[in-house]
């Protein structure tokens, strides 16, 4: 079992950025890949990002390739996602997602865990 917090959403404005933060609960969080999510009003949920158990291996959408970092602490038992250059478009309450995986998916349906979400709101 695996429990996810998420934390550092807020209201920023466009170009600003901001740094999520997934708490996770439990010894074994290095055996789980992570995955960030993001679903907006009337949309369904997306694949943002994705990171392997190790940290060797990461994996972005187009949409945010080079403006997003996902990184994680083994040690921490925490997965960051740091957000530059943000858009409006990019308002959406973001999710951590956890699979007991050695490598993430862009499929929601392949993650057991999920944290509460924290909203992220860029205004233009």
């Known amino acids: 079992q695996v429990q996810l917090v998420e934390s550092g959403g807020g209201l920023v404005q466009a170009g600003g950025s901001l740094r999520l933060s997934c708490a996770a609960s439990?010894?074994?969080?290095?055996?789980?890949?992570m995955g960030w999510f993001r679903q907006a009003p009337g949309k369904e949920r997306e694949f943002v990002a994705f990171?392997?158990?190790?940290?060797?291996?990461?994996y972005y959408t187009d949409s945010v390739k080079g403006r997003f970092t996902i990184s994680r602490d083994n040690a921490k038992n925490a997965v960051y996602l740091q957000m530059n250059s943000l858009k409006p478009e990019d308002t959406a309450v973001y999710y951590c997602?956890?699979?007991?995986?050695?490598?993430?998916?862009?499929?929601?349906?392949?993650?057991?865990?999920w944290g509460q979400g924290t909203q992220v709101t860029v205004s233009s």
């Open positions: 990171i392997s158990y190790s940290g060797g291996i990461t």
């Open positions: 439990g010894r074994t969080f290095s055996s789980y890949a």
């Open positions: 997602a956890a699979r007991k995986e050695s490598s993430g998916s862009v499929e929601p349906g392949r993650y057991a865990y």
